[in-house]
T-cell receptor, first 115, second 113 residues
Framework: AQSVTQLGSHVSVSEGALVLLRCNYS??????LFWYVQYPNQGLQLLLK??????LVKGINGFEAEFKKSETSFHLTKPSAHMSDAAEYFC?????????????FGQGTILTVHP | EPEVTQTPSHQVTQMGQEVILRCVPI?????FYWYRQILGQKVEFLVS????????KSEIFDDQFSVERPDGSNFTLKIRSTKLEDSAMYFC???????????FGPGTRLTVT
C-alpha cells in the first residue's frame, strides 16, 4: 500500500522568498510521485512528476522536486515565490509499473504568498 | 489544449435521491478515474475504469455507486441513494494509454441535504 504525508497544512512566505513544501511517502514498491496544484474553483493541475528517471525533476512555473529514496521524501521547492503561486498543493504517489495507477494523495498544503 | 470537463459544477440533492455526475474525458484517453474530496480532507480514489470495465475500486465505492461510459465521450458516476456523507467535491480524471499523468476536471461539488 502507498501513503503520503504532507508536513504543514498551511505555509506562508513572502514574495521572492524560497518555497519549500514537504512530502514524505510510504510505498512497498518503487513509487511514481507527483505534485499537483489546485487554484480556486479549478481542477488539479500537474506540476511535475518522478517516474524513476532523474531524481531531480523540474516542472512548470519554476518548481522542482528531488526524489530522495533514503529519506522517502519528495519535497517541492521554488527559489523565489510569486504572488500567483498562492494555491493548494497536493503530493501524490502511485505504484510504479502498474497500468491502472490510482493516485494516493496527501492532505494538501495551502501556500499563501504575501507582499 | 484538450481538457477534462465535468457537469454540473454544483449539484444539490436531497438525501435518498439518485444523482449522476457527468464527465467528458480527453478524447484519446483510455483510462478513467473518479476521486472525491470531502471538505477539509484528502482527495480519495474511488474507481478506475478501462476497456469498459472497472479495473480497481476503493472500499468507498460500494453498491450505491456505479460508473458507466454510455457512449464514446461521456463517463458518468451514479450514486443511487445519496447520504449526507456523500457531500464532497467529485473529480473526474483521464489518462492516455502510455502516459503517467492523470488529467483532472474542475470537479462537481455535490451537496446532500
Amino acid at each position: 500500500a502507498q501513503s503520503v504525508t504532507q508536513l504543514g497544512s498551511h505555509v506562508s512566505v513572502s514574495e521572492g522568498a524560497l518555497v519549500l513544501l514537504r512530502c514524505n511517502y510510504s510505498s512497498s514498491v518503487p513509487p511514481y510521485l507527483f505534485w499537483y496544484v489546485q487554484y480556486p474553483n479549478q481542477g488539479l493541475q500537474l506540476l511535475l512528476k518522478y517516474t524513476s528517471a532523474a531524481t531531480l525533476v523540474k516542472g512548470i512555473n519554476g518548481f522542482e522536486a528531488e526524489f530522495k529514496k533514503s529519506e522517502t521524501s519528495f519535497h517541492l521547492t521554488k527559489p523565489s515565490a510569486h504572488m500567483s503561486d498562492a494555491a493548494e498543493y497536493f503530493c501524490a504517489v502511485r505504484r510504479g509499473g502498474t497500468s491502472y495507477g490510482k493516485l494516493t494523495f496527501g492532505q494538501g498544503t495551502i501556500l499563501t504568498v504575501h507582499p | 489544449e484538450p481538457e477534462v470537463t465535468q457537469t454540473p459544477s454544483h449539484q444539490v440533492t436531497q438525501m435518498g435521491q439518485e444523482v449522476i455526475l457527468r464527465c467528458v474525458p480527453i478524447s484519446n484517453h483510455l483510462y478513467f478515474y473518479w476521486y472525491r474530496q470531502i471538505l477539509g480532507q484528502k482527495v480519495e480514489f474511488l474507481v478506475s475504469f478501462y476497456n469498459n470495465e472497472i479495473s480497481e475500486k476503493s472500499e468507498i465505492f460500494d453498491d450505491q455507486f456505479s460508473v458507466e461510459r454510455p457512449d464514446g465521450s461521456n463517463f458518468t458516476l451514479k450514486i443511487r441513494s445519496t447520504k449526507l456523507e456523500d457531500s464532497a467535491m467529485y473529480f473526474c480524471a483521464s489518462r492516455e494509454d502510455r502516459g503517467d499523468e492523470q488529467y483532472f476536471g474542475p470537479g462537481t461539488r455535490l451537496t446532500v441535504t
